[in-house]
């Protein structure tokens, strides 16, 4: 039986995963940071840089179907060939959130405001979506702890966000479109926290073949 | 596992004069399902179903403890007749090896041999045979041509069809595909999977591929121990064994 050309293909796999996972991390962290400066050219690379997350994740895909037409991976391969396609989905995901907040500095007024809990969302959205990644590539179960404990710290602040926007909203009226569009942000930052835990959940049936719901 | 048992093996242990072939052997066949077995070559996958039907009793030397019930008597009893076991429980080999007679005659062996004489009987059993065999079509009007002048393929599934003449009600087949070509090998898959309504099926194969595409149940012998044994599909996306998983990823063997 081919074993070293199959270990091959699930190591490529490996690394496109890990590659596309750094570069979706990387744009979530530019998003937010171009939010916070107002920063166009940032920006314009997060909206640009999301094609060649999308062109991962077709590739990966492309690599998954050959691998099982070509190899017929059972087991444990077979879990870690199927479920790539799951985390790449996901990454490919967080990676459209990411230019959704790019795009949204057109929208914004000049001299906007970002609320720091929406700063640090972001920063935290974009370490979880490496931590997740590396949950899968690298089997590594103790990020896992962390990962759920990043998430509810995501989720108190999306929470947060909605009396001091609402209050904007309320109180000063020519700076609501955006606070408008901060509510989308937020939206998009705790979708990304979302999926991330999703990488994760997959990352834990791969590992141990049982379905466990974080 | 809610499926009904046909065979139930009990510490079954087998030697070769003093090779131990076959390890305190525990497994339950059930009925109307295709039970898959595999592991590397020389592991006793053979000596284990050629056990279920004491054809081993038949090499010298050979010594076996342990039970095998099927329907719940225990075949190695003193005074279980052997002919009728093995008619009750038939064995299609690696090698399709037809007599060399008409097509015809080698279907009606098994039947002659038991005792029916009537022509219109063995016609008639004959041609469910071949029904069954998926061959009646592609034999049907040269029933007295010699079987050797058949394919490979063709001659598989005549001697399906022989072992299904005598109305067994469990088939081994023992690597039935290891010399068929991929669209030989297509219709015994099939075939197993139609013959597995009417008959309990015990195959053992080399092909990994082959077990979890036909089989219900599959058990991974290594070095005479059943390592593993579980539902197909379990064995296939999960096994527990980490012996299984190396064997069936391609890691060992």
């Known amino acids: 039986m081919p074993r070293k050309a199959l270990d091959r293909q699930i190591d490529k796999i490996r690394r496109d995963i890990l590659e596309m996972s750094e570069l979706v991390s990387d744009a979530v962290l530019k998003a937010i940071t171009a ?50 396609l799951d985390v790449a989905y996901n990454l490919e995901r967080i990676g459209d959130y990411a230019r959704d907040i790019a795009e949204s500095l057109d929208y914004m007024n000049k001299g906007y405001f970002v609320l720091d809990e929406i700063s640090e969302m972001g920063r935290i959205s ?80 791969e590992m141990s073949g049982e379905e466990e719901y974080l | 596992m809610d499926d009904k048992n046909k065979i139930m093996v009990r510490k079954l242990n087998l030697w070769y004069t003093d090779n131990h072939v076959l390890k305190d052997v525990d497994l339950d ?60 429980v038939g064995m299609v080999f690696q090698k399709p090896n037809p007599f060399p007679m008409s097509i015809f005659d080698n279907v009606a062996y098994g039947p002659r041999i038991h005792g029916i004489g009537d022509k219109k009987k063995l016609r008639e059993i004959v041609k469910e045979s071949l029904v069954n065999a998926a061959l009646w079509d592609e034999v049907k009007d040269r029933l007295n041509m010699n079987a050797l002048d058949l394919s490979g393929g063709q001659q598989q599934r005549l001697c399906i069809a022989r072992t299904l003449a005598v109305k067994p009600e469990v088939i081994l087949f023992d690597e039935p595909c290891s010399a068929l070509d991929p669209i030989a090998t297509g219709k015994i898959e099939d075939l197993i999977h139609e013959l597995k309504k009417q008959y309990t099926i015990v195959i053992v194969t080399h092909n990994m591929q082959q077990a979890a595409r036909v089989s219900d149940y599959t058990g991974y012998f290594l070095l005479g121990e059943m390592i593993e044994f579980g539902k197909t599909k379990q064995i296939f996306e999960n096994p527990k064994k980490k012996l299984t998983e190396d064997y069936i990823t391609g890691r060992f063997g």
Do not use: W
């Not at chain 1, 994740?57 to 017929?72: M, N, P, W």
């Not at chain 1, 974009?126 to 896992?144: K, L």
């Not at chain 1, 479109?177 to 997959?202: C, Q, T, Y």
């Open chain 1, 35 to 84: 939010l916070e400066n107002n920063d166009k050219k940032m920006a314009n690379e997060v909206i640009i840089g999301d094609e060649l997350i999308d062109n991962y994740y077709t590739h990966i895909k492309k690599r998954v179907i050959q691998t099982i037409a070509l190899h017929q991976p059972v087991a444990k391969d077979l879990r870690f060939i199927s479920i790539s």
């Open chain 1, 126 to 205: 974009s370490q979880m979506s490496g931590d997740a990644a590396d949950v899968f590539v690298n089997e590594n179960r103790e990020n896992i702890d962390e990962i759920l404990k990043k998430e509810d710290r995501v989720d108190e602040l999306y929470k947060s966000v909605f009396p001091t926007l609402k209050n904007i909203i309320e109180k000063k009226y020519e700076k609501y479109p955006d606070a408008l569009n901060l509510i989308l942000i937020a939206k998009f930052l705790e979708r990304i926290a979302d999926h991330s835990v999703n990488i994760a959940n997959r990352a834990m049936y």
């Open chain 2, 29 to 88: 066949i059930k009925e109307n399902k295709v039970t898959a077995l595999i592991g590397p070559s020389g592991c006793g996958k053979t000596t284990f179903i050629r056990a279920l039907n004491r054809m081993n009793d038949l090499i010298e030397g050979v010594r076996v403890t342990g039970e095998v019930f099927l329907d719940g008597r225990n075949i190695y009893d003193k005074d279980v007749d052997v002919v009728s076991l093995r008619k009750r």
